[in-house]
Structure formats: structure tokens, C-alpha cells
């Protein structure tokens, strides 16, 4: 059974995977080592929930004492950084190529209009690809590390433009869609 991802980021990164052309270290001081290389001890610890002491110590000395949490944690920290620049050029020839970005979502959306907030309590199970402007903006989001909710912004902009509101004219669409609970999404280019 495949994981449940609600984080658009990680969803990205997993997507990005594909296009590797080597697969990351798998030990954990190996990995340790490439993530210190790619950011400073520092932001490393924080992203990892830890003090620079405690990565210092893994790094040198052991890291048996890794909890599953950290451990996931430091596969997540990998498919974050690992080829940057392979994923990069990814996005460039899908988009310049007129590539597909299709994604795969199971959701809750609100709606706003100029009548107020409509939040939608039936649970979406949609498969749209999404505009090319969208995934644009969605690529450039990802490369400047942009937060979730920014990510969740431009993903439900581009569901409403391919779903939701693809049957009107672009003059009646005036409501924005949010996603307002995210359980599920993977992203296929």
C-alpha cells in the first residue's frame, strides 16, 4: 500500500524521484553527509527537529541511536535536495516541451465568492492535469522552498481552473477554491 502524502512539497519531491539519475546514499551517515554539504549544521538541525551537537555525534560517531521519526526525517530532508539540478532541468523540458503535470487529489475545497464562504463537506477524489501556468508557478514555488501553504495556494487555483470552473466563460468565474483539508495528493509529470 502506497503512503499517504498530504504535503504538496513532499508530493513535488516524490514526482521529482522519477527523473533522478542516481539514487541517494542510503546510509545514514552517508546521508547526513550529503545534506551537510547542501546547508549549513545549523539549518540542518532545525529542519531536522534536533541540536547541531546531536548531528555532529551521528555524523561521526553513531547513529544507531536515529529514532524512526529522525530517520524519516532525513529521507525527507533527501528527496528535498538530492539533484537539484536534475529536477530543475526536468521542470524546464516539461514545460517547454508542453509536458503534462497531472495530479491526483482527495479533498475537501471552500469556496469564496462575493456571497461569502462555502465550505464543501463531500470528499473530492479528483485526477485533473493541471494548467500550464499553474504548474509554472508551482515549479518556480518549489525551487525558491516556498511554505505549504503558498503550494496549496497555486495547486487549488489550478484544480479550479481544470475542474472546477473549466465550464464557464472567464468572466463568471468568480469564486477562489481553497483547499480546506488535504487528504491526499501525487503528482505525475
Request: aromatic content about 6%.
Amino acid at each position: 500500500m502506497k503512503p499517504t502524502i498530504t504535503s504538496v512539497a513532499q508530493a513535488l519531491d516524490l514526482a521529482d524521484a522519477r527523473h533522478w539519475t542516481r539514487q541517494p546514499p542510503k546510509h545514514p551517515t552517508a546521508r547526513l553527509n550529503h545534506l551537510l554539504l547542501a546547508q549549513d549544521i545549523a539549518t540542518l538541525a532545525a529542519r531536522l527537529f534536533t541540536h547541531p551537537e546531536t548531528l555532529t555525534f551521528w555524523r561521526q560517531c553513531d547513529t544507531t541511536s536515529l529514532s524512526d521519526s529522525q530517520t524519516r526525517l532525513i529521507e525527507r530532508e533527501i528527496l528535498r535536495t538530492w539533484q537539484t539540478a536534475i529536477r530543475h532541468r526536468a521542470h524546464r523540458r516539461i514545460l517547454d516541451h508542453h509536458g503534462c503535470v497531472a495530479v491526483q487529489i482527495r479533498a475537501r475545497f471552500t469556496y469564496t465568492t462575493h456571497h461569502g464562504e462555502h465550505e464543501d463537506p463531500r470528499l473530492h477524489h479528483l485526477t485533473e492535469e493541471l494548467p500550464a501556468l499553474h504548474a509554472r508557478a508551482l515549479f518556480e514555488a518549489q525551487h525558491q522552498q516556498a511554505p505549504e501553504h503558498h503550494l496549496r495556494r497555486i495547486l487549488a487555483d489550478g484544480i479550479a481552473e481544470a475542474y472546477f470552473f473549466r465550464a464557464l466563460p472567464p468572466d463568471q468565474q468568480q469564486a477562489a477554491v481553497t483547499i480546506s483539508d488535504l487528504h491526499h495528493v501525487r503528482f505525475h509529470y
